[in-house]
């Protein structure tokens, strides 16, 4: 059973900086994409970064600029450094992995901001 754990969540000041991480377990084989969405209280999933296996990333509009998504594909591992972080930031971050046997997401990590 494929599983996704997020880490690295928490409470962080505005301007502050955090690195989420995310490990899969029980794949025996390698993702495609891997990536990271967020959710806020009342508002829909939104795309914050997503990083394919040649390399090439892709940053949502929110936090363009202030994220930088890493991976290590042979451990299926990615993670998201945020700086700068802003109090609408303050959401469940998710991780997600897409393969040819499906998609798969982490059950979230909280970050939350305070002003």
């Known amino acids: 059973q494929v599983q996704l754990v997020e880490s690295g969540g928490g409470l962080v000041e505005t301007g502050g900086s955090l690195r989420l991480s995310c490990a899969a377990s029980?794949?025996?084989?390698?993702?495609?994409?891997m990536g990271w969405y967020r959710q806020a209280p009342g508002k829909q999933r939104e795309l914050v970064a997503i990083?394919?296996?040649?390399?090439?990333?892709s940053y949502g509009d929110s936090m363009k600029g202030r994220t930088n998504i890493s991976r290590h594909r042979a451990r299926n591992q990615v993670n998201l450094q945020m700086d700068n972080l802003k109090p609408e930031d303050t959401a469940v971050y998710y991780c997600?992995?897409?393969?040819?046997?499906?998609?798969?997401w982490g059950q979230g990590t909280q970050v939350t901001v305070s002003s």
């Open positions: 029980g794949a025996n084989f390698m993702f495609d994409a």
């Open positions: 997600h992995a897409r393969s040819r046997r499906g998609d798969f």
């Open positions: 990083i394919i296996p040649n390399g090439t990333t």
